[in-house]
C-alpha cells in the first residue's frame, strides 16, 4: 500500500501568518487612536474657546448659583433650572476657591457679577473651572455617539457619527460654555441608547435608561417632554426581548415603571444634595399658572421647588421677545425659527447626513427597529421646542446634531459603494467647515450663507453674539486704536471696565456729542431701533471683532 505523503508547507506561508496577525493587531489599535485624535481635536477647540471668550449671558447666572447652593445650601437664585447642571458646574468651581457674601441681597445677574467681577479672583479663571466640567462632560457624550452609532451601524459608522457630533460647531461652541444646552441633551441621548441596549439586556439597561432620564430632568426641564417618549421606548426594548407577548409587555411596563421611578429619584437627590431640608421658600415672583399647564406642575412627583422653576418657565413662554430672521425684526416666536436657523447654522454635509440617514433608517428594514430610539425622541423634543416663544438661537435644538449624528450613521451600511464613498466625502467637508472656522464657533455659519462673518446678517443672539467677545474687543482697542474715544453698546453679562476698556454711553448723550468709534454688539445692531438706529445708520463700519461686534467711526 503506498502512503500518501503531505505536501510541505510553503516557506512564503509562515510570513502570511505573521503578516496577518500584524495587521490585526495594528487594526485593533488603530480604531481607539482614531477615536482619540476625533475627540483630542474637539477638546483642543472647546478649551481654545473657553479660554478665549468672556462669560456669555447666561453663565454668570449658573455659575454664581452654583457657588451659592455648594456655599449656602441654599435653592433660592436661579430656581427655573433643576441643580444638577450647576453642581457640575460649580465641581469645577470648587478648586477655585471663589465664595460669595453670605448676606447678598441682589438677583441672580447681580449675583454672577459679584462672584467674578467683586469677590478679588480672576474671572478668566473662575469662568474656566466653571466651563471645565461642561467639556468633559460634552467628550463623553461624544462616547455616548460612538457607542449608540456602533450598536446601530457597526464601527465604521460609529466613526462617523463621532466625526459628525465632535465637529459639530454648534455642539463645540455650546460644549465649552458653563451652560445646560449640552449636558440634557447628552444626558437624553444616553437614556436612549440604554433603551435600545435594553432589547438585549433589560434588567440592566432599563435602570440605567431610567437614570439617564433622572440626570435630564434634574438638569433642564427641557428634558420633560421626552419624558414618555424614553419610557415607551423601553417598553419596546423589553416587550422585543420577552418575545413580542402580552407577558413580555406587562414586564415592559413594570420596567418603564421602575425607570420612571428611578428617573424620579435622581431629580429628588440632586435637590438633596443641595439642601437636605428642602427648607424652599418659593420668591414673589413666582406666576400662579392655572389651565392643563397649573394641573401638570401640581401633579409632577417633583420637589416644590421644581414645580415653581417650572410655573416660572411657563411666565417666560407667555412673554413676547423679539427675535432677528434673516434680517426681519419681529416680535413673538415663529414656528419656523428653528429649522431655518438650523439651516444657516448646521454645515452643509451634515444636513446632507442627517436626511440621508433618517431615510436610510426608516427604508431598511433591518435597520428600522432603530427609528424610534434615534428619530422619534429628536422630532418630539425639537417640535416641542418650535413651539417656544424664544427664538434666540440653535442651542435650543441641540437634539437635531447630537441625536441626528447617529442617524447619519447609517448610511455607511449601504451597501452601494458610491454611498459610502459619499458619505466619507460628507464628514470631511463637515470636518473641513469646522476647523475653517476655528475657534469662532459661536458665531458660525456654513458656506451657503457666507460663514461666520455674515451670521449676523440672518440671527443674532446665541447664534453669534451672546457677550462673548469683551477680550478681544480689550486686545483690538488696544491694538489699532489707542487713545481713542470709545463708545459702547453692549450686550451680555461681562463688566467691560473690568477687561480695561473705557467706554461710554452713546445714547446717554446727544447723538451730536459721539465722535470717535462707536462699538456696538451685533445683537444690539440687529434690534437697533430710535437713537440707536440712527447712529448707526450715519456712521462707517470700519472693523469687526469675533464677528460678533462692529466697530464704527463717526
Do not use: C
Not at 464677528?547 to 463717526?554: F, K
Amino acid at each position: 500500500m503506498t502512503k500518501t505523503v503531505s505536501p510541505p508547507v510553503p516557506a512564503a506561508a509562515e510570513p502570511e501568518v505573521g503578516r496577518s496577525t500584524v495587521l490585526g493587531r495594528h487594526r485593533r489599535w488603530l480604531y481607539p487612536l482614531v477615536v482619540a485624535a476625533i475627540l483630542g481635536q474637539m477638546a483642543v477647540a472647546m478649551v481654545t474657546a473657553a479660554v478665549q471668550q468672556t462669560p456669555t449671558i447666561d453663565e454668570p447666572v449658573y455659575a454664581g448659583a452654583a457657588v451659592w447652593q455648594t456655599q449656602e445650601h441654599d435653592l433660592r437664585y436661579n430656581p427655573e433650572h433643576p441643580p444638577l447642571g450647576k453642581l457640575l458646574i460649580g465641581a469645577g468651581l470648587a478648586f477655585s476657591g471663589a465664595e460669595v457674601d453670605p448676606g447678598f441681597q441682589g438677583d441672580q445677574g447681580a449675583l454672577g457679577r459679584h462672584l467674578l467681577y467683586e469677590s478679588g479672583h480672576d474671572a478668566w479663571r473662575l469662568m474656566f473651572l466653571a466651563r471645565l466640567p461642561v467639556i468633559v462632560l460634552t467628550l463623553l457624550f461624544g462616547l455616548v455617539v460612538l457607542g449608540f452609532a456602533r450598536d446601530v451601524a457597526g464601527p465604521a459608522g460609529g466613526l462617523a457619527a463621532l466625526a459628525l457630533y465632535a465637529f459639530s460647531p454648534d455642539v463645540i461652541a455650546h460644549g465649552s460654555l458653563a451652560t445646560l444646552d449640552v449636558p440634557v441633551v447628552g444626558f437624553l441621548l444616553t437614556g436612549a441608547w440604554m433603551a435600545w441596549r435594553a432589547r438585549q439586556r433589560p434588567r440592566l439597561y432599563a435602570p440605567l435608561a431610567g437614570l439617564a432620564l433622572g440626570a435630564g430632568l434634574a438638569t433642564k426641564m427641557s428634558a420633560l417632554p421626552a419624558v414618555p417618549v424614553l419610557l415607551l421606548l423601553v417598553v419596546l426594548s423589553v416587550w422585543a426581548a420577552g418575545g413580542r407577548t402580552w407577558r413580555a409587555a406587562a414586564w415592559g411596563l413594570g420596567a418603564a415603571g421602575g425607570a420612571a421611578v428611578i428617573a424620579v429619584a435622581v431629580v429628588w437627590a440632586s435637590y438633596l444634595a443641595v439642601d437636605p431640608r428642602l427648607a424652599w421658600v418659593p420668591p414673589p415672583d413666582v406666576p400662579a399658572s392655572g389651565g392643563l399647564r397649573g394641573l401638570a406642575a401640581d401633579l409632577l412627583p417633583f420637589p416644590e421647588a421644581y414645580r415653581d422653576g417650572l410655573r416660572i418657565q411657563f411666565r417666560f413662554e407667555d412673554s413676547r421677545w423679539s427675535g432677528f430672521l434673516f434680517g426681519e425684526l419681529y416680535s413673538g416666536g415663529r414656528w419656523y425659527y428653528l429649522p431655518a436657523a438650523l439651516l444657516v447654522k448646521s454645515p452643509l454635509g451634515a444636513i446632507a447626513l442627517w436626511l440621508a440617514g433618517a431615510v436610510t433608517m426608516l427604508a431598511a428594514p433591518r435597520l428600522r427597529a432603530a427609528a424610534p430610539y434615534v428619530l422619534v425622541p429628536a422630532a418630539v423634543l425639537l417640535g416641542v421646542a418650535m413651539t417656544g416663544s424664544r427664538d434666540f438661537g440653535t442651542r435650543y435644538a441641540l437634539v437635531v446634531p447630537i441625536f441626528l449624528a447617529v442617524a447619519a450613521a447609517v448610511v455607511l451600511t449601504v451597501r452601494w459603494r458610491w454611498a459610502r464613498i459619499g458619505a466619507v466625502v460628507l464628514v470631511l467637508l463637515v470636518a473641513a467647515s469646522s476647523l475653517r472656522t476655528f475657534p469662532y464657533y459661536l458665531p458660525y455659519s456654513n458656506e451657503a450663507f457666507g460663514g461666520a462673518a455674515r451670521t449676523h446678517e440672518n440671527l443674532h443672539d446665541s447664534n453669534v453674539d451672546w457677550g462673548q467677545d469683551l477680550g478681544r474687543l480689550t486686545d483690538r482697542l488696544r491694538e489699532r486704536y489707542a487713545g481713542e474715544r470709545v463708545w459702547l453698546v453692549y450686550k451680555g453679562s461681562g463688566v467691560p471696565s473690568w477687561y480695561g476698556i473705557e467706554a461710554s454711553d452713546p445714547l446717554a448723550v446727544p447723538a451730536g456729542e459721539v465722535r470717535g468709534l462707536l462699538v456696538v454688539s451685533n445683537s444690539s445692531v440687529a434690534k437697533a431701533t430710535g437713537p440707536l438706529a440712527e447712529l448707526i445708520r450715519t456712521s462707517e463700519p470700519i472693523d469687526s471683532v469675533g464677528h460678533s461686534i462692529t466697530l464704527y467711526r463717526r
